[in-house]
Structures are given as C-alpha cells and as structure tokens.
C-alpha cells in the first residue's frame, strides 16, 4: 500500500478508539479563531500528540488538537492548531491532519488564516472569502505516488473553493452585517515575510492576499472531493504596503481584534451549512 495512505489509516484507526464521533462540517482554527473552541459544545478531543505519527506544531502557542462536538446541532471537528511547511514537514504531513477530517466524514470544510493584504483596499481586519488561490511557489502535497483511495492522479482544480459554501459565507456575512471581501489568495513557503518585489510580483499575478497554509489544504481536500472554503482576515498591509517592518505579533494584534467578527461568521456559517442537504 502507498505509505502516506498506511499512515492516514494508521491515524484514523487511533482517533477511532478514542471516539466515534461523526462529523459533518469540518475547521481550522487559525490566527483569531483560536478561542472559537469556547464556542463549540465539545464532546470529546484528541491531543494530535496522542496520535502516533501524528505532525505535532512546532509554533509556540498554536495548541495541537481535534475537537469534537457541536455548533448548534451541527456535528463539528476543529483543528485548533495546525502544521505549516515552514516548519520542516513534508508537504503530504502538512497536509495529513486535514485529509483526516475528510476521512472522519466531514465533507464540507471551512479552513481559516491571518493573510496579508496585497489589494491595498483590503485594510487591516478584513475579512476575505477565498475565491480562488495560487500554489505555484510552493511544492503540491499530491507530488508522489497519487493515493487512488482519495482520488484521481490528475485532478480538475477549476472550482476548488465551493460556490454553494462561499454562497453561505456571504449570504451569512451579509445578514449579520459583516463586511466580506472575496480575493484570490496565494501561498509562499515563509517562514520569511515577502519582499515587496515578491508583493507586487504577487500582485501581477492577481493574488488579493497571501499567507503561508491554506491552499494546499484546500487541493489536497479537492483532491478527495471535499466540499471546501476558506476565510482569511487580513492581519497587516503586506510588505512594501507600509513603512513599518511586518512582525508575527501585529498579526497576532489584528486577528484577535477582530476575532468577535470572525468567530460570529463562521459560527452562524456553520448553522446554515448544517440546513443544507
Ligand atoms: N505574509 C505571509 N503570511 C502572512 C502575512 C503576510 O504578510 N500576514 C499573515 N500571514
């Protein structure tokens, strides 16, 4: 068997003892969602640390856990934490915690971050639903033997993020009053911050906003067939855009100012993703 798909079952089969939870909707906690895990009905969770194999975040403060439960009545798994390339796993590890709420039976997937902002109309503490993104500086969690239980070696990328789901996100933001850019994002390596040539190469070839997750994510769940969006807020005018130097803790600054916002969206989101069929 292909050895990234060993793992994968590997890994299930250890959440599975801990729990038989059947999640619908699943989430990634980024910057400024991290306490939305206080808003989840929990019913049980699993320290990514407990499951053997398991990529464990190397980011101070990014805690490493699924949690199970309930937004409403929706049956939810979130990811409150998550593991990024710059941190020295291989892509396919990147990407593994996601494919695992696919396997769990989440197939519709909300995935969060802190971006910066290239399109200088996004300011700091937009929120942005991702219409479509740019991998192409980073390597694709699908290069290797294509894993045929997930899906096919060449897969179609033309809608990658949902246009029912981002349908939600806007109606949902527009009935609670939440202003909702939508924008093309693009994923770098990091763990530097761009340089302005890179920001405006980037914006050349029409990224609104850029970050270092994400988008891989995202192909390798469309890669399984997963229903996916994505929500970026806008932590910082990225480089070049302002004469101060980008640091993690003005990003950190601006998600958790906005984190009310943030947190409100993707709740109700999540309630209306649940009254679809
Ligand atoms: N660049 C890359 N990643 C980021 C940024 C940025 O400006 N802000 C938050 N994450």
Do not use: W
Request: proline share 5%; charged share 20%.
């Amino acid at each position: 068997m292909n050895p990234i798909y060993d793992k994968l079952i590997n890994c299930l089969d250890q959440i599975h003892k801990i729990t038989d939870f059947q999640p619908e909707v699943g989430l990634v906690l980024g910057s400024g969602l991290g306490g939305f895990g206080e808003k989840i009905k929990i019913s049980s969770t699993v320290d990514y640390s407990s499951i053997d194999g398991f990529p464990v975040s190397t980011v101070a403060g990014h805690a490493g856990r699924f949690i199970f439960g309930y937004v409403g009545d929706v049956p939810v798994v979130a990811m409150q934490g998550r593991v990024h390339y710059y941190e020295g796993y291989k892509m396919t590890d990147v990407v593994l915690p996601v494919r695992l709420m696919c396997m769990l039976g989440a197939k519709k997937i909300i995935l969060t971050n802190a971006a910066g902002g290239i399109n200088t109309t996004f300011k700091p503490g937009t929120l942005m639903s991702l219409t479509d993104h740019i991998t192409s500086f980073v390597p694709s969690p699908l290069i290797g033997q294509n894993i045929d239980e997930l899906g096919v070696r060449f897969p179609d990328m033309t809608t990658v993020y949902d246009e029912k789901l981002r349908k939600i996100l806007k109606d949902t933001a527009k009935s609670l009053d939440i202003p909702l850019k939508e924008g093309v994002y693009i994923q770098f390596t990091g763990p530097a911050y761009e340089t302005p040539a890179e920001i405006r190469a980037a914006r050349t070839l029409g990224a609104d906003a850029v970050g270092m997750s994400t988008a891989v994510e995202a192909m390798a769940l469309r890669h399984m067939g997963a229903r996916v969006c994505a929500v970026s807020c806008i932590s910082n005018p990225a480089a070049g855009l302002n004469k101060k130097p980008l640091t993690h803790e003005e990003v950190k600054e601006t998600a958790d100012m906005v984190s009310d916002q943030f947190q409100k969206l993707i709740y109700n989101s999540i309630i209306n993703m649940g009254k679809e069929e």
